[in-house]
């Protein structure tokens, strides 16, 4: 025997197939969950947005200081080509005859040569720590075996 679901469930059903004038409704208890998951999957998508327009405005933060700092690096290399634009007009053999005839100074009419003693050389260069490959050689080099060693092999890795 089915039950009719309109009937509450210790109500028995009438003998002889005959219905109630009247069904009786029960109040049935609505199911809240997908009000909630909608709730959360919106907020979960408004969390998203928010977050990415955060990475955006930071992205776009970060590309504004790396024109600026492309904009410095450009004028100071602009700025550096100038400098030695200029270093080469004051530093060129026409502009250094000029100032030099402009202060009273000529050219020497004889050169005289004297020789100096390579001790005297030596002393000079040390006491000042430039010193030569000529004043300063060493016979034995590190690389001196390393050089033997590549003749022997013949120049093979």
């Known amino acids: 025997m089915a039950r009719n679901m309109a009937l509450p469930i210790d109500q028995a059903l009438p003998i002889g197939g005959a219905t109630p004038s009247r069904p009786r409704l029960v109040e049935a208890q609505r199911g809240g969950r997908a009000f909630w998951v909608l709730v959360v999957s919106a907020a979960l998508v408004c969390g998203v947005f928010f977050i990415a327009a955060l990475v955006h405005v930071e992205l776009a933060q970060r590309q504004m200081k790396l024109d600026a700092l492309t904009k410095t690096v450009a004028m100071a290399r602009d700025n550096y ?77």
Request: charged share 20%; no cysteine; net charge negative.
């Open 81 to 157: 080509n100038v400098l030695r634009h200029e270093r080469s007009l004051l530093i060129s053999p026409d502009n250094l005859s000029s100032q030099a005839a402009r202060l009273g100074m000529k050219p020497s009419t004889q050169a005289r040569f004297v020789a100096v003693e390579p001790d005297i050389i030596a002393g000079v260069l040390a006491s000042t720590g430039d010193l030569s490959d000529a004043v300063a050689h060493d016979a034995e080099s590190p690389l001196n075996e390393f050089g033997q060693l590549k003749s022997e092999i013949g120049g093979a890795p």
